[in-house]
C-alpha cells in the first residue's frame, strides 16, 4: 500500500433491498469516503439512516448492489466467500447487542477463539493463551473463559464482542452502536477502552454511534447521514464547531448542555422522517428543511468541498467543485 492510499475507499456505494413487488428500499445511496490508516470516522444520523447497513456493506456481509469497496487499494467488491476469507482476518466488526451477537452455547473461549480456529492460526495450546491475553486486553479475567455468556452483565459481554472483534489482529473495525445497549455509566469505560487499544495496536475504526457527545470525543472525521446519503463531512471539532448543512445543525442543536444556566438554542424539525419506499425526489431533507428552496426538488445535491476539508451536500451552500469525497 502506498503511503498516501486510505487504508479503505468507498466510491458511489449502494445497498438496495427488494421490498414487496417492484418496490426497493435504498438503504444506502451513492455515498463516498475514505479513512486513513489509524484514524476514526464517525458515522451518525437518525435511525434508519443507513449507518449500520452502510457497515455491513463494507464488510461485504451484504453484498453491495453498485460502486466501489477498495481495502488497501484493492477492490474488493466483487470477491466471493472464499475470495473474502483473507480479507476477514483484516476487516471486523463489533455488534450493537451485546445479548444477540455471542452464541449462548458457547463458552467465551470458545467465542474469541473460533475466528482463529477458522484462520488456523496457533495450536489450541497458543489459542488459549491469546484469549487469557484479549480478555485481560478488555479488563476480564483468564477465570471467565470458562464460562458462558449469560454469566456476564451487558458491559461485560460488550467486552467479549470487542476481544472477540481483535482474536485475528485486524487491522480495521466497524464499530457499529457499540455503546447504545449499555449503561451510561459503562459507556466511557468502553469508549476509553477502544480508544486505548487503537493506540496499542494501531487499529482503524468506522464508528457508528446516535450518542453526538460520544462521537466528537472519539472520530477524527464525523459523515452525516440521511436517508441513505451523505449529507455532511468534516474534521470533527470543525463540524461541531460550523455545521453547514442544516440537518447537521438541526441534529448538533438538540445535544443536550449539563449546565441549566446555559439556554441553547434548539432548531426543531417539522414533519416525519419520509419513507425509504418512497424518498422525496432531490433532496432527501427538502420535506423538512427550512431553507428549502425549489432548486431542492429539482436535483439531488452532490457533495461539495465548501472549505478543505469539509463536504457538504446542499444546493445553498457554494463553493468548491462537484463530486464525492476521495
Known sequence: MEQNTPLLQIEN???YFAVGKNKVVKAVDDISFSIQKGETLGLVGESGCGKSTTGRTIL???EPTGGKILFEGRDITGLDSRQMLPYRKEMQMIFQDPYASLNSRMTVADIISEALTIHHLGSAKERSETVAELLHKVGLKREHA??????????QRQRIGIARALAVQPKFIVCDEPISALDVSIQAQVVNMLEDLQHEMGLTYLFIAHDLSMVKHIST????MYLGRMMELADSQELYAHPQHPYTQALLSAI???DPRHEKSRIVLEGEVPSP????FGCPFRTRCRYCTEACAQATPQLREVEKGHWVACHLIGGGTDGAQK
Open 146 to 155: 470458562s464460562r458462558y455468556p449469560h454469566e456476564f452483565s451487558g458491559g
Open 277 to 280: 419506499l418512497n424518498p422525496p
Open 60 to 62: 461485504k456481509l451484504y
Open 221 to 224: 472525521r464525523i459523515g452525516v
Open 256 to 258: 443536550p448542555v449539563p
Open 13 to 15: 456505494l449502494k445497498k
